[in-house]
């Protein structure tokens, strides 16, 4: 199972699922009661904007990925699973460490301490196509100087590298990653520079959420992103997750963590949208890939499978 991060949002999402599934609708009721506000009012009718602010994205890309799996769960057998950043939190509560109330909650909290440490020492982050992580790596150690900080943190595609920090150590190793032979650098829309040192006072506030909240042993092993291995007991998962807000996600390895532990089985994205399917096309070439996402897609699942 592969459960997506933040950016795969849009207005409408999951609403299709709760029309057609009581399963489903259930899903955005116990969150809405979870959180004590409308978040299934804001995924489903917007506006956009609000639907993007930080705190709002991150629950309802959690919630729409629990309530795919709440309609097709029975269905599954998960050999393992993991989550982008915040999609690892779904692959917990899918596997059932943690309840889905503990979960959207985590979560809502998680976003706001983001949030706030990102308006306390504001930075950004901006993804850099055609150059390998280690050159990225190694020109982000160079970029930094003078207390700013720039650092690869999401290792997203062989090719594809998001970068992190300070704005002006940002701009500096956006210089020199294209000098090196950068396709692109895009700068991303984000609220702070995530998964990098400067997310250090979120990362405190939330290993104190994680503390008071039992975390149980996963069905199947979730696939960290901070370490790239198979998580398969609560205590390590919770110390993962507190260290994941300034370590770099290791998707690549994560995916082919997944791959060796699934030894054939195929990926199958839970969520809004199809990133993370396109990734591991691309980081596993030749494991079969699908995703469940809409009222369609699931309604064709529960009647053909996979095949």
């Given at each position: 199972?592969?459960?997506?991060?933040?950016?795969?949002?849009?207005?409408?999402?999951?609403?299709?699922?709760?029309?057609?599934?009581?399963?489903?609708?259930?899903?955005?009721?116990?969150?809405?009661?979870?959180?004590?506000?409308?978040?299934?009012?804001?995924?489903?009718?917007?506006?956009?904007?609000?639907?993007?602010?930080?705190?709002?994205?991150?629950?309802?890309?959690?919630?729409?990925?629990?309530?795919?799996?709440?309609?097709?769960?029975?269905?599954?057998?998960?050999?393992?699973?993991?989550?982008?950043?915040?999609?690892?939190?779904?692959?917990?509560?899918?596997?059932?460490?943690?309840?889905?109330?503990?979960?959207?909650?985590?979560?809502?909290?998680?976003?706001?301490?983001m949030l706030a440490a990102g308006r306390a020492r504001p930075g950004t982050m901006a993804a850099v196509l055609g150059l390998d992580a280690g050159r990225v790596a190694a020109i982000c150690v160079a970029a930094s100087r003078d207390g700013?900080?720039?650092?690869?943190?999401?290792?997203?595609?062989?090719?594809?590298?998001?970068?992190?920090?300070?704005?002006?150590?940002?701009?500096?190793?956006?210089?020199?990653?294209?000098?090196?032979?950068?396709?692109?650098?895009?700068?991303?829309?984000?609220?702070?520079?995530?998964?990098?040192?400067?997310?250090?006072?979120?990362?405190a506030g939330l290993m104190e959420a994680l503390d008071r909240v039992p975390l149980r042993d996963p069905r199947a092993p979730v696939v960290a992103n901070a370490s790239a291995e198979p998580v398969r007991d609560g205590a390590t998962a919770?110390?993962?997750?507190?260290?994941?807000?300034?370590?770099?996600?290791?998707?690549?390895?994560?995916?082919?963590?997944?791959?060796?532990?699934?030894?054939?089985?195929?990926?199958?994205?839970?969520?809004?949208?199809?990133?993370?399917?396109?990734?591991?096309?691309?980081?596993?070439?030749?494991?079969?890939?699908?995703?469940?996402?809409?009222?369609?897609?699931?309604?064709?699942?529960?009647?053909?499978?996979?095949?």
């Amino acid at each position: 199972m592969l459960c997506p991060g933040q950016g795969a949002q849009r207005v409408g999402m999951g609403k299709d699922l709760a029309e057609r599934f009581p399963a489903a609708r259930a899903v955005f009721a116990e969150a809405d009661a979870a959180l004590g506000t409308a978040l299934s009012r804001v995924m489903w009718a917007g506006p956009e904007a609000e639907l993007t602010l930080t705190h709002n994205a991150q629950p309802a890309i959690l919630v729409h990925t629990l309530a795919v799996h709440a309609v097709v769960g029975e269905r599954l057998a998960p050999v393992a699973a993991a989550g982008h950043s915040l999609g690892e939190y779904a692959a917990y509560a899918a596997l059932g460490s943690l309840t889905l109330a503990d979960a959207v909650r985590l979560v809502r909290v998680r976003s706001e301490l983001m949030l706030a440490a990102g308006r306390a020492r504001p930075g950004t982050m901006a993804a850099v196509l055609g150059l390998d992580a280690g050159r990225v790596a190694a020109i982000c150690v160079a970029a930094s100087r003078d207390g700013e900080v720039v650092v690869a943190a999401n290792l997203n595609a062989p090719d594809q590298v998001v970068i992190s920090g300070d704005p002006p150590a940002i701009e500096r190793a956006g210089v020199a990653l294209k000098e090196a032979g950068a396709k692109r650098v895009v700068a991303l829309k984000v609220s702070g520079a995530f998964h990098s040192p400067l997310m250090a006072p979120a990362a405190a506030g939330l290993m104190e959420a994680l503390d008071r909240v039992p975390l149980r042993d996963p069905r199947a092993p979730v696939v960290a992103n901070a370490s790239a291995e198979p998580v398969r007991d609560g205590a390590t998962a919770r110390r993962l997750l507190g260290a994941q807000l300034t370590a770099p996600v290791r998707w690549v390895e994560s995916v082919q963590a997944l791959a060796r532990l699934g030894d054939g089985a195929p990926f199958l994205e839970l969520g809004p949208g199809n990133v993370l399917a396109g990734l591991a096309q691309r980081i596993a070439p030749g494991v079969p890939v699908a995703n469940l996402g809409t009222a369609v897609e699931v309604e064709v699942f529960l009647e053909k499978g996979l095949a």
